[in-house]
Nanobody, 124 residues
Framework: EVQLVESGGGLVQAGGSLKLSCAAS????????IAWFRQAPGKEREAVST????????QYADSVKGRFTISTDNAKNTAYLQMNNLEPEDTATYYC?????????????????WGKGTLVNVSS
């Protein structure tokens, strides 16, 4: 059974940092592209960042470039999202997703496996 379990969310003040983790199981982790998406209350889900299966190609939404860093640890079957200089606009539930293809996408459609999300709340 494929599972993605996010952790690391919480309440943080603006300007602070959080590191999200996504623990994966049930599939060959290093053959899958990984993405982080987020959804704020009343808003559409949006892609935050993606990483190819070999870790060589990353993508970021313009709103998080220079502040967020995506990475993977194949030995631990875990993906991470380091979030620095957080802003109140980053408040959302963050979801990890896996795509059974090496190349990542900023579109949600190709991702068949999703975690249940972890809540990030940034106070001003």
């Amino acid at each position: 059974e494929v599972q993605l379990v996010e952790s690391g969310g919480g309440l943080v003040q603006a300007g602070g940092s959080l590191k999200l983790s996504c623990a994966a199981s049930g599939f060959i982790f290093n053959e899958y592209a990984i993405a982080w998406f987020r959804q704020a209350p009343g808003k559409e889900r949006e892609a935050v960042s993606t990483i190819s299966s070999d870790g060589g190609i990353t993508q970021y939404a313009d709103s998080v470039k220079g502040r967020f860093t995506i990475s993977t640890d194949n030995a631990k079957n875990t993906a991470y999202l380091q979030m620095n200089n957080l802003e109140p606009e980053d408040t959302a539930t963050y979801y990890c997703a896996a795509k059974g293809y090496p190349v990542a996408s900023m579109s949600a459609a190709p991702y068949k496996h999703w975690g249940k999300g972890t809540l990030v709340n940034v106070s001003s």
